[in-house]
Each structure stands twice: as structure tokens, then as C-alpha cells.
């Protein structure tokens, strides 16, 4: 993962990072003298290695002396997070999410990014992208034929059984977006998720969120918001 610089003025100092985790107070009350930030600290000239290997390291804010200048616009936190979510940028990648704010972050093969719940790991989020030179998800097909391969066809196992149970399309700052419900039902085992696709920047992005079918129903409304979050930043 290329991880891109975020400009933080603090008492006159420049430190280039990438902004990771966005609390939900953090942009929608005045922060306290001396709360936390995790931010991950990383430079653009950085090594891949390296890259993947930045800690995370707490920044003390007190009162009056942050100053955050983004790059795309601080407008991007104009909306407020929900209660008991983060916010999750990549700025160098170009997407951002919400995730509920109990879960950790975790290495997941394939995926730029990922996080799970503390102690249901089924229940996670992860967020993959591959070149294309599509240019809009239009340009994919018609959404219903576009949604029943990739569950048919992508998600799911020769041995498993899938079913489409939604579709939805959103238009955010014109970009658009497919999130759709669906099942996979394996002889011992059934899972349940949202996946939401957009493209842009010369990508194709996926952002899959699912718990076991057994927790569907409780966690059904929770990770929906997850789903619809999913927004592609202009890079």
C-alpha cells in the first residue's frame, strides 16, 4: 500500500503522514488539550518495506495550536462520522470508509485494507482495487447482470450456493456506486454481506462487509452503513 502525506501544522512543525484513523468526535466538537490522534507517519519517499512496515504513533493536540490542511479539501470531514464509527482515508489510494469504531485493523491477502470486530472475526470489512481502464461502473453492463456474475462467478466457491438479495445504485459527487446484498451458503457453513464497487482514478474498487448468516439479522443494519460509506477521493 502507498501511503500518501498529510500536511499537519502543529506549533509550527510539518510532519508528512497518512491520516488513518478519523474519531467520530474528532471533527464535529472542538478537541480537548492534549487529546490523541493515531496517525500513521509515513514519507512519499519512503520503500515499499518500509511503507508497510510505519508505525502508528499517538500525536498530542492541544488546544489552538492544530492546524489541518488537507489535500483533497478538509471538506471531505464536512459530514459528520456516525456515532460509533471511524472514518478510515487513504489519501495515496484514493477511498475512505467507515468502520465501527471497536474494530482492529488486520492483514487480510489481497486487500488494501481491512478491519474485523475484536472477537468475531468473521465479522470484518476489507477493501481491494485492480487497474482498469473502465472509466464509470456503467461501462461495466447493466447493474442486475453485473452483480449476479460477480456473486455467481467471483465471490463465490464452486461448492457454495449464492443469492442476490438487493441492489442499489448512488450517485456521490458524480461518481456512482453498486452495493448489493447477497449469501453464500456452503454444506457447513453460510455467510452473509454487502459489497459496494465504484470506479475511478483507474481503478476498480470492491469493498466487501459480512458477518456469519446466523448474526445477519443483529448486525445487518450496522454494517449497512459500512457499505454505503465506501466514497472514491479524487488522487
Not at 471511524?86 to 484514493?94: M, N, T
Not at 469504531?101 to 472475526?121: C, I, M, N, P, V
Amino acid at each position: 500500500m502507498v501511503v500518501s502525506s498529510l500536511s499537519l501544522s502543529l506549533a509550527s512543525t510539518t510532519l508528512s503522514n497518512r491520516l488513518n484513523h478519523v474519531p467520530h468526535s474528532t471533527y464535529t466538537t472542538k478537541p480537548a488539550a492534549f487529546s490523541s490522534q493515531t496517525i500513521i507517519t509515513c514519507s512519499r519517499d519512503a520503500t515499499f518495506s518500509e511503507d508497510r512496515n510505519c508505525k502508528r504513533r499517538p500525536l498530542l493536540l492541544g488546544v489552538g495550536a492544530l492546524a489541518l490542511s488537507l489535500s483533497p479539501p478538509s471538506a471531505l470531514f464536512a459530514e459528520e462520522i456516525p456515532q460509533n464509527y471511524e472514518a478510515f482515508v487513504d489519501l495515496a489510494d484514493g477511498y475512505t470508509y467507515y468502520h465501527p469504531s471497536d474494530w482492529r485493523e488486520f492483514d487480510f491477502t489481497g486487500h488494501d485494507s481491512a478491519f474485523k470486530d475484536r472477537y468475531l472475526q468473521l465479522q470484518n470489512v476489507r477493501v481491494s482495487f485492480i487497474p482498469t481502464n473502465k472509466k464509470d461502473i456503467h461501462d461495466l453492463g447493466p447493474m442486475e447482470e453485473v452483480v449476479a456474475n460477480l456473486v455467481n462467478h467471483v465471490y463465490s466457491a464452486p461448492t457454495q450456493i449464492a443469492d442476490v438479495f438487493d441492489m442499489q445504485e448512488r450517485t456521490v459527487g458524480g461518481k456512482n456506486y453498486y452495493t448489493f446484498e447477497y449469501t453464500l451458503t456452503s454444506p457447513n457453513f453460510s455467510r452473509a454481506a454487502f459489497a459496494t464497487i465504484a470506479i475511478g482514478n483507474g481503478r476498480y474498487y470492491t469493498l466487501i462487509v459480512g458477518a456469519n448468516e446466523r448474526r445477519w439479522r443483529r448486525v445487518r443494519n450496522k454494517l449497512k452503513v459500512v457499505a454505503d460509506s465506501f466514497k472514491v477521493l479524487d488522487i
